[in-house]
Each structure stands twice: as C-alpha cells, then as structure tokens.
C-alpha cells in the first residue's frame, strides 16, 4: 500500500509527485510487490497524478469521517 505521499505546497508542479509514485513503483516491482493506494475524492491533482501514470480505480467507499469536504475515498491498483 502506498500511504502518506505528500508533495508540498510550494514544491508542487515540479514533477516530484510523479517521481515518488515512479520510485515507489520501481521498487514495488523489484521486490515483486503490487501497489495499491487509498485517496479521498476531494483530491484532484493526485487523482489526475494517479490516472496519468495508469493506475486503474478499483472502488470507491462512502465516508461519513470527512464533514463536507469530501464523501468517498477512492481505491487505485497501481498499472
């Protein structure tokens, strides 16, 4: 599972998101591990991230754990 990747603010746009989830992914595949990852809904720019790279979307589950701001968390099996 990959868990807790954050890029910050002032360091987004640069391509470290994408290689995170690369060196992640590399490693994964070194070590003969299949990725998956959770996302809430709210999160766009991963989400657009995630797709761009192939990963698939598997589910979604309602949440009631996020007030208003956001009702699903998203489930992504990596490519």
Known sequence: ?????FVSTSQRGR???RALVNAAGTWAAQ????LSLDVLENC???IRLYR???WRLTDQTPIDWADDVAHSRLHF???
């Open 1 to 5: 599972m990959l868990e807790r990747l």
């Open 15 to 17: 391509g470290l998101g």
């Open 44 to 46: 766009t720019d991963a």
């Open 77 to 79: 099996e990596a490519p």
């Open 31 to 34: 070590h003969q591990y299949r």
């Open 52 to 54: 761009g790279l192939g």
